[in-house]
T-cell receptor, first 114, second 112 residues
Framework: DAEITQSPRHKITETGRQVTLACHQTWNHNNMFWYRQDLGHGLRLIHYSYGVQDTNKGEVSDGYSVSRSNTEDLPLTLESAASSQTSVYFC?????????????FGEGSRLTVL | DQQVKQNSPSLSVQEGRISILNCDYTNSMFDYFLWYKKYPAEGPTFLISISSIKDKNEDGRFTVFLNKSAKHLSLHIVPSQPGDSAVYFCAASANSNYQLIWGAGTKLIIKP
């Protein structure tokens, strides 16, 4: 069965460290997204990609970067982790544009920045 | 400024009764709405959607109603079952901008 997996599921790091969260999907979807979920905010879009070598900033992109070298993977990098980036991060993929179709989500990565 | 609001953080309903989850939006350009369901330690899963050209969409026990004049949509679950206990997110998008705007979620608790 096709799936979307995130790793690590849990990560504790220190302020200033670089952190990379991995996302791998076997749906063969062109579109991939990274969200963060915080209490009282729902999901907020960080970055998204509509295909290989395509990346775009979302609503809360400051302090984050992504790269898309193949269809399956969209790693999210925090260049210098800050306590404000403590959150649960979700990766998603879709075969349609985000707003008009079903998103398939990973199980999430809980990041704590001390 | 929250464009999509779910004003009830939680809702408790007796098993077998109707659950009604509400969502309000402020952007009149929104023309597509989705509901997602999320269990603890899992990612959200798509539940049901509705386009602004319709005022109702039904899928089994789940029905979404859209009132464009009031900028309000609701999700009805009939009858409610224990497995429906989850957090429900409302999301909206405008055709000119494909990005989804999400509500903060409502935690639904189904009591036996």
């Amino acid at each position: 069965d096709a799936e979307i997996t995130q790793s690590p599921r849990h990560k504790i790091t220190e302020t200033g460290r670089q952190v990379t969260l991995a996302c791998h999907q076997t749906w063969n979807h062109n579109n991939m997204f990274w969200y963060r979920q915080d209490l009282g905010h729902g999901l907020r879009l960080i970055h998204y990609s509509y295909g290989v070598q395509d990346t775009n900033k979302g609503e809360v992109s400051d302090g984050y970067s992504v790269s898309r070298s193949n269809t399956e993977d969209l790693p999210l990098t925090l260049e210098s982790a800050a306590s404000s980036q403590t959150s649960v991060y979700f990766c998603a993929s879709s075969d349609t544009k985000e707003g008009t179709g079903e998103l398939f989500f990973g199980e999430g990565s809980r990041l704590t920045v001390l | 400024d929250q464009q999509v609001k779910q004003n009830s953080p939680s809702l408790s309903v007796q098993e077998g009764r109707i659950s009604i989850l509400n969502c309000d939006y402020t952007n009149s350009m929104f023309d597509y709405f989705l509901w997602y369901k999320k269990y603890p330690a899992e990612g959200p899963t798509f539940l049901i959607s509705i386009s602004s050209i319709k005022d109702k969409n039904e899928d089994g026990r789940f029905t979404v109603f859209l009132n464009k004049s009031a900028k309000h949509l609701s999700l009805h679950i009939v009858p409610s079952q224990p497995g429906d206990s989850a957090v429900y997110f409302c999301a909206a998008s405008a055709n000119s901008n494909y990005q989804l705007i999400w509500g903060a979620g409502t935690k639904l608790i189904i009591k036996p």
